[in-house]
């Protein structure tokens, strides 16, 4: 992908060209065998040729996806304005819907659990396929996708819209169960996530015991995991469930514990809480669906490995923690057409959107995982969603009766380093034993013990430095506490990421595609005056605007002299407040920021520091054709 980017760039030589793009060709098919593809097709229209405005977008059409089986599953636009051929090869991932993770092209896990639920809604409604239906879940996503999941006021205005230009009032009805269904299947999740373990998907501490590592979990809200069998990495793995059946302890006699244990499909439990993205090739619209019809059984899953949180001994006290969170950042542009000799707005003319990004503001090599770099405040390319591209064009706008438009895009930003508490020293065994000689004397290995404790102090303090993000040592055998400076380096990093992330320029460029009846395009016209080019950084930075200027054509020709503007307008800026341990269960005005943290450590106040894994979400500032065309397009 990094190479595709740079081949973009321009080339000096055409042959050069030539040779290069051959080169991708086969670079792309050789790799493609090891991804996991399916066609997605354009079944039939669920409007065509019906402008829809909503969410700031006109959608002149809306297709209906499916998966290209017998029992293909429905996908859904997730980039309106794009289109999507008739068979399009797509890669696709498969993501659980678990809290703190974030889904590429959609965002926050409370977006993306509302979007899985509004699919698994669709699925369990009624006779499938139904136009209604899946036209009520895509006009949803769309929303979802520009912030309004939980704007109960604005998804209905929306559906009022959808509903006009179907001629149904059934799209109401439809809306209104969906709702229902979103609401309560949120409730539900938060009231222990569908009867599943609160530890299923999330990392996990094992304990080295006796010679082996050792793992005891809670199943007493999941029955059916009494009987169920295991797959694990590799063969030294055992388990055992408890005489109660409350809980099941692993064990692992390797050398380190590294890798995913998955449980086998438990009966009578639904998996709802997933989604697939299916990727296309560049330049063509993402998709969000299934691959069927059907219902998934669940399972459930841990992780293990040794540079996430863990304790090595019940004796040691070392902590790592992983902080997660996504930033989000929005960029806006409005647009105004109106006739200069009547100075009446100008209804139905159609502008491309075209997008521009500079690479030297972020750190293409990407982010890797434990191997940190030692850098702060880095924009990874591979932690950005969507990933920026090169001077293309982004969508497609159309004046309304007041001449006006708008372009709006909501980008994401990963956030996940892991970082560690300071290496408390151990507790040392102090040797009460008595000496002596021959048969008097008692047997004693305390110095050994103190050594093994020692050299695994030392061990997982060198560990630690070199897959951890955020470390500090501890070289002091009389020191047992917690230190916080490593954390507070991350809190660091974190804020100045954040302030690097939303400062990031993107350029804007209105080009005129379809001119109102009566005119003839702009920049056709000697007269035309150049059209304005915007460089913008985000809402949640301010909205610095920097503008420039694009000549437009010489050709003579028009009725009337239609007048251009562009304003790069700014809008629903939010604050941005820095969470900390603990921070999830807080309200935003409790959450504490790094200024607080220091103050109480200048002020000598004990911090409070969590045992467990985790991953605090911040508060950012935040179709298709018919078969007869070969195409699809949403928007």
Known sequence: MKLVKKLKRPLSLWLAVTLFLSSILFSSSASASDMNVTDI???????QGKPLTIFGKT????SFYQINTAYGGATFCL?????????TACAYVRYEAQPGQSVPYIGSFDRYLSMVLAYEWLLWEGPFPDSLRYGV???YYWGCLAGYEDDWDAQEQAMQQFAAVMGNPAVMTYYQSMKESIVQGINDYDAGNGTLPAWNGLQQNMILKDGHYELTLDISTCQQLRNTTWTFPDSYWTYQVSTDGNSITFQYSGQAPEGIVTSADIPGIENKYYAYIFNPPDGLQTQMGRLDLGHSPANVSFKVGQTQPGSADENSQLELYRHSETFESNYNIDLE??????NQPLEGTTFNV???????QVNEDGYTEGEPDGTTGEVYLNCMSPEPEEDYICDTINTDTNGQASHSDIRYYDYSKTYCMGHPAPEWIECDHEGGDGEDAEDCSCDEENERLREQWMAEQEMCAATCDFHVGNTDEDNHGQDTAAMEAMLADRDETYESFIGLEYSYHLEEKTARTGYILHSLHNDDEEIETVVLTSAQDGGNVTAGYHSGGTVAGKLFSPVYAAVAEMSNSKAYTYPVPEGQGMEVDEQRSIISIIQEKEEKVPIEVPVDNMAVEGQGAGESGSGDQGTGESG
């Open 41 to 47: 097709i354009p079944r039939f229209y669920i409007f």
């Open 59 to 62: 959608h002149n059409s809306m």
């Open 79 to 87: 980039e309106p304005g794009k289109k999507l051929w008739d068979g």
């Open 137 to 139: 879940v895509q006009v």
């Open 337 to 342: 057409k109106y006739c200069a000799e009547t």
């Open 354 to 360: 075209w997008e521009d990004f500079d690479f030297s």
